[in-house]
Antibody, heavy 121, light 113 residues
Framework: EVQLLESGGGLVQPGGSLRLSCAAS????????MTWVRQAPGRGLEWVST????????YYADSVKGRFTISRDISKNTLYLQMNSLRAEDTALYYC??????????????WGQGTLVTVSS | DIVMTQSPDSLAVSLGERATINCKTS????????????LAWYQQKPRQPPKLLIY???TRESGVPDRFSGSGSGTDFTLTISSLQAEDVAVYYC?????????FGGGTKVEIK
């Protein structure tokens, strides 16, 4: 059974940093691309970042480029999102998702429960 | 970026009746190399993460009831719930994975009339 367990969310001041983690199990982590998708309170879904499985290529939404970094530790089957220079508009529930293939040209077939990030003074 | 436009924003349907949700993309998501539409549908129930329903525009994910169906090609797509059940109350999103960034529609809230 595929499981994605996010952690690391919390309350942070504007300009601060957080690192989100996603522990993955139930599938071969190295074969699939992984993505972070966020959802602001009461709003829709927004893609944040993807890391491909084949060569580790990374992709970012313009809204987070230069501030967020996606990475993975294949020895721990864990996906990360380092978030720096956080802004109020980054406040959202952050979902870890597994793609159905190795790069971004695939759909999201499994989602975690999400971890809440609140940016506020 | 490919813009996804869903309609309606919300709809109320009687139990057992049909619900139809539309999704229009700003450019074709039909991949010519394999003649597949790179479009998915997700269901999000209150306080839950989204769940994949349909991929490649019309292929039901394993375990999804057959009252859910997807159709369309190119830029115009439809999600149909043939006979609405109480457990289908949710927000439904379309998403394209033809190009980067992947983009979502704004969502359609389905309620019971």
């Amino acid at each position: 059974e595929v499981q994605l367990l996010e952690s690391g969310g919390g309350l942070v001041q504007p300009g601060g940093s957080l690192r989100l983690s996603c522990a993955a199990s139930g599938f071969t982590f190295t074969r699939y691309a992984m993505t972070w998708v966020r959802q602001a309170p009461g709003r829709g879904l927004e893609w944040v970042s993807t890391i491909s499985s084949s060569d580790g290529s990374t992709y970012y939404a313009d809204s987070v480029k230069g501030r967020f970094t996606i990475s993975r530790d294949i020895s721990k089957n864990t996906l990360y999102l380092q978030m720096n220079s956080l802004r109020a508009e980054d406040t959202a529930l952050y979902y870890c998702t597994k793609l159905s293939g190795g790069n971004y040209l695939y759909y999201f077939d499994y989602w975690g429960q999400g971890t809440l990030v609140t940016v506020s003074s | 970026d490919i813009v996804m436009t869903q309609s309606p924003d919300s709809l109320a349907v009687s139990l057992g009746e049909r619900a139809t949700i539309n999704c229009k993309t700003s450019q074709s998501v039909l991949y010519s190399a394999n003649n597949k539409n790179y479009l998915a549908w997700y269901q999000q129930k209150p306080r839950q993460p989204p769940k994949l329903l349909i991929y490649r525009a019309s292929t039901r994910e394993s375990g999804v009831p057959d009252r859910f169906s997807g159709s369309g090609s190119g830029t115009d797509f439809t999600l149909t719930i043939s006979s609405l059940q109480a457990e289908d109350v949710a927000v439904y999103y379309c998403q394209q994975y033809y190009g980067t960034p992947p983009t979502f529609g704004g969502g359609t809230k389905v309620e019971i009339k």
